[in-house]
């Protein structure tokens, strides 16, 4: 069965201090890698995908990175305006389309 | 940019109710899909549509309904509204098979049945 677990739940830093989150999954076929950002109220917001070990994306503060198993979203001098919760997914294959398959998601704070 | 819109940001309806949530995207994508998220329990699939009149069962369809009659229109149903079903719901639509982009979601729903 096709799974996607994050970690940690909820993880809060000091602006500046750079950490990790964590999505590890398991597919039968991995067609994509997702993750998200939610602000509180709002729907999800599409930041990266990842296709194959090894690769690697980023954009401003974010680098998100996949291995054979998981996959990593690393926080460089994060600021307080990073707090949201961000969401891993992987795409399930079969069935007429197509689905993303959500983790729960990591709660981050930034505090300044 | 691609948007979806959902018709109400906030909803409070009574047990028993029939409910209607709609959404509506303007990119032409043929898929669409409803979710439903909850604390500790994160996004879960209801339904989704893959062409007009088309629909599929997701993980939880257990008390919905959707209706596709336009491709750019999805609406969810709750046939009878009950206070399990006090969540935040989530449209969002996919172009192909969605692996690219993955999906665009709307801002969401949150309802509350009392």
């Known amino acids: 069965e096709d799974q996607v677990t994050q970690s940690p739940e909820a993880l809060r830093l000091q602006e500046g201090e750079s950490s990790s989150l964590n999505c590890s999954y398991t597919?039968?076929?991995?067609?994509?890698l997702f993750w998200y950002r939610q602000d509180p109220g709002k729907g999800p917001e599409f930041l990266f995908t990842?296709?194959?070990a090894g690769e690697e994306k980023e954009k401003e503060r974010l680098k998100a990175t996949l291995t054979k198993k998981e996959s990593f979203l690393h926080i460089t001098a994060p600021k307080p305006e990073d707090s949201a919760t961000y969401l891993c997914?992987?795409?399930?294959?079969?069935?007429?389309?197509?689905?993303?398959?959500f983790g729960t998601g990591t709660l981050l704070a930034v505090q300044p | 940019d691609v948007k979806v819109t959902q018709s109400s940001r906030y909803l409070v309806k009574r047990t028993g109710e029939k409910v209607f949530l709609e959404c509506v995207q303007d990119?032409?994508?043929?898929?669409m899909f409803w979710y439903r998220q909850d604390p500790g329990l994160g996004l879960r699939l209801i339904y989704f549509?893959?062409?007009?009149?088309?629909?599929e069962k997701g993980d939880i369809p257990e008390g919905y309904s959707v209706s596709r009659e336009k491709k750019e229109r999805f609406s969810l149903i709750l046939e009878s509204a009950s206070t399990n079903q006090t969540s935040m719901y989530l449209c969002?639509?996919?172009?192909?098979?969605?692996?690219?982009?993955?999906?665009?979601f709307g801002s969401g729903t949150r309802l509350t049945v009392v």
């Open positions: 990842l296709y194959s």
């Open positions: 549509s893959y062409d007009v009149k088309m629909k």
């Open positions: 990119m032409d994508h043929e898929n």
């Open positions: 997914a992987v795409l399930r294959i079969g069935g007429a389309t197509n689905k993303l398959i």
């Open positions: 969002a639509s996919s172009y192909g098979q969605g692996a690219t982009y993955g999906y665009t």
């Open positions: 597919v039968s076929g991995l067609r994509g």
